[in-house]
């Protein structure tokens, strides 16, 4: 199984082969195989740190936890933007809206967790950072399977050019 990996993996790696001319056609796929996995590698280290920031938030926000009703401004997706008030009868609308505010709807009452410390980092009432691990997995493994593609393309088009250069040396031998 790792053998059959590994010839599969070996001919998407970015390496010069010492026994063929390196001519401009090569380089240029040879550089695009590395613009592949580095491209690819970046969004899988964003996916990561998505989870691992959201994870972050969530321990800030235990640590020091306060609960309050809020009020949803605006709701979108993405991004919602609330208003609350704390025991201390001070008002609050995070900058940057509410943490995992999904199927919000403007004018909604919610109850919303957030750190007293820090009371703009706030989130949706017994909602956590599992919620990013789904959106931020299925990011990784959808550019996972674009850069599978991509690279099966880059080695098939670096065969076609082994054959043509087999071919042109043949005729130039005969």
């Known amino acids: ?11 998407a790696l970015p390496r010069r082969n010492p026994d063929v001319v390196d001519t401009t056609r090569r380089r240029v796929l040879r550089w695009s ?5 580095i491209l ?3 969004v899988t280290l964003q996916s990561l740190l998505l989870v ?16 309050a009703q809020a009020e949803v401004l ?15 009868r001070i008002t609050y609308r995070p900058e940057l809206g509410v943490l995992y505010p999904s199927e919000l709807a403007e004018g909604m009452r919610i109850y919303v967790e957030y750190d007293r410390n ?18 931020a997995g299925s990011t990784a493994v959808v550019a996972w399977l674009i850069a ?17 250069d087999i071919n042109l040396d043949s005729q130039l031998l005969s």
């Open 40 to 42: 690819v590698g970046l």
């Open 33 to 37: 195989k590395c613009a592949v996995w």
């Open 52 to 67: 691992a920031g959201a994870w972050r938030n969530d321990r800030q926000i235990e640590r020091n936890m306060g609960v």
């Open 148 to 164: 599978g593609l991509v690279l099966a393309g880059l080695v098939s088009l670096e065969r076609r050019l082994d054959q043509v």
């Open 74 to 88: 605006s709701a979108g997706p993405r991004r919602s933007t609330i208003e609350f008030v704390t025991p201390d």
């Open 118 to 135: 820090e009371p703009d980092l706030v989130r949706v009432q017994h909602r956590t950072a599992a919620l990013a691990i789904i959106p």
């Open 1 to 11: 199984m790792i053998s059959r990996l590994t010839a599969l993996l070996n001919p």
